[in-house]
C-alpha cells in the first residue's frame, strides 16, 4: 500500500486544516482507514478512523472538532480539523489500521500556534 498525505501546515490556534491522503495498491473502499499523530517527544495516538461503512470514531480529546471521512471513487480520506489547539500539533499519518499493513507513509506536519 502506498499513501501520500497532504494539508498540513502552520496554523494559528481556532484555525482550521484538512489533512487529505490518497491511497493506492489496495482496494480502499473494502478497508478501514485511520489517521494517527505523533506530536514531537512522544508516542503515535490513532486521533480517528473510519471502517468501510463509514462508521467513525475519535479519540476523546478531538471529539467535535475533527471529521473523518472517506471518498471510495478518489480513493482518499480525509480529516477535517476545526477549532486546532496546541497540542494538536504534530506529524499525521494516514494507515490502514490492519496488521498486515505496515507502511506510515512520509505524514503531514500540522503546527498550531497559541
Known amino acids: 500500500v502506498q499513501l501520500q498525505a497532504s494539508g498540513g501546515g502552520l496554523v494559528q490556534a481556532g484555525g482550521s486544516l484538512r489533512l487529505s491522503c490518497v491511497v493506492s495498491g489496495i482496494i480502499f473502499s473494502v478497508n478501514p482507514m485511520a489517521w494517527y499523530r505523533q506530536a514531537p517527544g512522544k508516542q503515535r495516538e490513532l486521533v480517528a478512523g473510519?471502517?468501510?461503512?463509514?462508521?467513525?470514531n475519535y479519540v476523546d480529546s478531538v471529539k467535535g472538532r475533527f471529521t473523518i471521512s472517506r471518498d471510495n471513487v478518489k480513493n482518499t480520506v480525509y480529516l477535517q480539523m476545526n477549532d486546532l489547539k496546541p497540542e494538536d500539533t504534530g506529524r499525521y499519518y494516514c494507515?490502514?489500521?490492519?496488521?498486515?499493513?505496515?507502511?506510515w507513509g512520509q505524514g503531514t506536519l500540522v503546527t498550531v500556534s497559541s
Open positions: 473510519i471502517t468501510s461503512e463509514v462508521n467513525a
Open positions: 494507515k490502514v489500521p490492519l496488521p498486515r499493513y505496515l507502511n
